[in-house]
Structures are given as structure tokens and as C-alpha cells.
């Protein structure tokens, strides 16, 4: 082996188990990210496959003992079309709220907003009977 005086030298065998490593280092990093990525993908929804509906609160909801309230009733979406929903709900809604529920393409509840009458489209507006 030839050394020259300043540099630091890194034999072959060694050399190749530090680059090979590095690079299974890199392959772990990268097949973690994917599957993380991967676990929360239906959260994520970026094609819009989300619909909203809409829905007066009319009752105060059925009482569960430890996990809030159950409210079923009828929503409707933009067109007017009608979809029984049930719901749990962590806190009481408000009775005589107007909501927007929005749902995934797997029927779950996303998010809950309050709304306001102007904010609901007019055939839903008929639908539940509110101008």
C-alpha cells in the first residue's frame, strides 16, 4: 500500500463496509417513509372523492354512557338526494344546528361544521325544508 503524508487513507475492505452502510441506511429510510405514507393514505384524499352532506339537527341524540352521543338522521347532499347517517358525536350538537357533514368514499365521517342557511345548497335547503 502507498501512503502519502496528510492523507488519511481507508483500506478497500473497510471502505465497502462503510459505503455499504450508508446505503442500507438509505434503503431503510426510504422503505420506512413508503410505508409510513401509506398507513394514513385514505385521510389524504387528494382526487376528491369526499361528498358533503347536509342535515338539521332535530333531536338531542341518544345518550351513550361513555362515549358521547349517537345521533341518526337524514342528510342530503347538494343535489338533494337523501342519506340516513349515523353518527357518534364526543360532545352534545346543539339541537336546531344546520350541519355539514363530510364523508370519505368509505362512509366515514371526515369532518362535522356548523353551517349557515346561505352556505347550503338549494335543493338540500328544500329538502329540509328551511329558506
Known amino acids: 500500500m502507498l501512503y502519502i503524508k496528510g492523507f488519511h487513507h481507508i483500506d478497500n475492505d473497510r471502505k465497502g463496509v462503510f459505503v455499504l452502510k450508508k446505503n442500507l441506511g438509505l434503503i431503510i429510510l426510504l422503505l420506512g417513509s413508503m410505508?409510513?405514507?401509506?398507513?394514513?393514505?385514505?385521510?389524504?384524499?387528494v382526487l376528491g372523492h369526499e361528498t358533503e352532506f347536509y342535515a338539521a339537527m332535530l333531536s338531542e341524540g341518544k345518550d351513550l354512557t361513555d362515549k358521547g352521543k349517537e345521533y341518526t338522521l337524514p342528510t342530503y347532499d347538494k343535489d338533494g338526494n337523501k342519506k340516513i347517517l349515523t353518527y357518534i358525536a364526543d360532545s352534545k350538537i346543539p339541537e336546531g344546528s344546520l350541519v355539514k357533514f363530510t364523508i370519505n368514499q368509505q362512509g366515514e365521517v371526515i369532518t362535522l361544521d356548523n353551517v349557515a342557511i346561505k352556505d347550503i345548497p338549494e335543493p338540500a335547503q328544500k329538502q329540509l325544508h328551511i329558506q
Not at 410505508?35 to 384524499?45: I, K, P, S
Open 35 to 45: 410505508a409510513l405514507v401509506g398507513c394514513e393514505r385514505d385521510q389524504y384524499n
